[in-house]
């Protein structure tokens, strides 16, 4: 339900603070995924459900890149989280213009972190898997590579679920090793593909810092955010 105005509360304490202060903190007072959708944001224009049986956690393509995106539709993904100092700020950005992206997720961090994955998931972001200590496939041993991938997909769902299973409650999986896309270089590509699967990296300060820019550059300039989701996702189920 549309909320554009709901008022912000404001501590007792506050009342006490310098004006200038109690003006800046009402100012900035946080955007909350559930007030979601709200006008004049970027939003999140479909949600698209991906069949797990067609793309296998583990397969030959770290993830469907043949997507059917339409014109000017964007996914948008971040790799190697949870990082605790930059991923609030992404949750942020992301909330601020209402968008829902796929987080995928390391192992050892999230094991570390579990509030943090709770938290994108809580706030309707899709949970990927991107193994335990991100080493790369191609260079370990074969016989310690499913390891790698299960004990990573075991540490996310301990955090999110409590369960330590290998069996991935959401089928995503991304192969490490995948290359990092700066700012300009992105709304350059993206200008000349015009729809695409975005990669970003929560952990990185500097894609934390940007995506606010990045997100209103979408906005702007008529870009759709399209939300993946498992076909057996409850989520998809209720529309949202
Ligand atoms: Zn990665």
Redesign the pocket.
Known sequence: MPNMSRPRPICARSAALPLLLVWQLAWQAPVRAEDCPRAGTLGTSRVLSVDAEHFPRVGLKSFPQTLPLRDHEVVLTF??GPWPPTTPKVLKALAQECVRATF?L?GKPASEHPDLVRRIAAEGHTVGH?TWL?RSLKQIPPGETTEEIDHGISAVEMALHGQATTTPSTPFF?F???PQQELKLLIKRLTVARKGIILL?DPKAHTAAMLPAFLRWLRENDYHIVHLVPTADPVSADGH
């Open positions: 790799d190697d995928f390391i991107h991100h991304r490490p090793g995948s990296h």
